[in-house]
Structure formats: structure tokens, C-alpha cells
């Protein structure tokens, strides 16, 4: 055996693992998608999405998705909610936010599941990565949301789909959140 070739080799596929990683967290963005760039952030999703700023629910933004079926009851979207950390009396770290914001899912969504929560790292930033689904109102309900908590803000990106319908539109879903940028 060969101590200096068996670490060569090592480091070699390592290096192959590491690239496949960093490469794997490249968002192509098709160019056909529309862009929108504001103070705080930039967005990218299709032509086929509607574009709201109506501030509705507390909303930077919602995005619906195409309405496929003429009597469906619930418009799967992604909606942006900013929040404003200052005004609390200490300081409210992306952590804390998160497990804060995790049990008020639990003790606000009926019959709630927990499918998926995580931290993840894009574009330089941290952020926690939660996905979930339940009873809201009369819907049954299924949503990614990511959080990042930056200069005493909660940015709070959130996928809603109706349960059945999640995955018909989770390719562009996943796709419009994982190239969504926040600026600062």
C-alpha cells in the first residue's frame, strides 16, 4: 500500500463529492421566466404565474399558480411576509425564530404532520427550512416555507398547496423559492 496514493485518491473523490455538492445548489433559472428585482430582494417564476403586490394578508407578494380547474377551491401560491424584529424587547436569532415559529404551527394547524425541518445555506445565507401539512379552515393544506432572520427581519417565504395538488406544482414551486434572493 501506498499511504501518499490512497490520500490522493481520497482527496481526489472528495473533491469530485464537494463540487457535485456546490454544483447541485445552482438554481437554473429558465430565461423565460419573468424577474423582479425590488429593495429587499429578487424573484424569478413563470409567465404563467400571477404577480401580486396587493399586500393582501400582510404580503410583500403572493404569486398564484395557473388556474388549471375552473371550480378549483384553492389557488396553490407563494406569498412573502416580512417581519419586523426591532420592536422586541431582545435580540431574536434565526433559531429562536424558528422554533418559535414551529410551535405555532403545531398549536394553530389541526391534525398537523411534520414532514420535513432543516437548515440550509443559499447564496451565503442561513436559513431554516420546514415543511408541513394539516387541516386549515375547511382545506387540507400542504407547506414549505424557508425563514431567514437578517438585520433584525423575518423573511418568511412560503409554498401553500392544497394536499392532493402539491406535487403538480412543486417542479416550479421548488425552483421560484430556491432562486429567491434576498438583498441587503
Not at 429593495?39 to 394578508?57: C, I, K, N, R, T
Not at 414549505?144 to 427581519?153: D, G, K, M, P, S
Request: glycine share 2%; with cysteine; charged share 25%.
Amino acid at each position: 500500500m501506498h499511504p501518499l496514493k490512497d490520500f490522493l485518491i481520497c482527496l481526489l473523490v472528495l473533491s469530485f463529492y464537494c463540487s457535485a455538492e456546490l454544483f447541485s445548489q445552482e438554481i437554473n433559472i429558465p430565461s423565460h421566466w419573468k424577474k423582479l428585482e425590488r429593495m429587499d430582494y429578487e424573484l424569478h417564476y413563470p409567465e404563467a404565474w400571477q404577480f401580486s403586490e396587493s399586500g393582501e394578508v400582510d404580503t410583500r407578494f403572493i404569486l398564484l399558480a395557473p388556474n388549471v380547474l375552473e371550480n378549483d377551491s384553492f389557488r396553490e401560491n407563494i406569498n412573502l411576509v416580512v417581519q419586523d424584529l426591532s420592536e422586541i424587547n431582545h435580540t431574536i436569532d434565526l433559531t429562536m425564530y424558528a422554533e418559535i415559529s414551529k410551535s405555532q404551527i403545531l398549536s394553530m394547524v389541526k391534525n398537523v404532520q411534520l414532514i420535513k425541518a432543516q437548515y440550509n445555506e443559499r447564496n451565503g445565507q442561513r436559513y431554516y427550512e420546514i415543511c408541513y401539512a394539516g387541516d386549515k379552515e375547511e382545506f387540507e393544506l400542504k407547506w414549505l416555507q424557508y425563514y431567514w432572520v437578517i438585520e433584525q427581519e423575518a423573511f418568511v417565504l412560503t409554498y401553500t398547496a392544497d394536499q392532493s395538488d402539491f406535487d403538480k406544482f412543486s417542479t416550479a414551486a421548488f425552483k421560484i423559492m430556491d432562486a429567491f434572493k434576498i438583498i441587503k
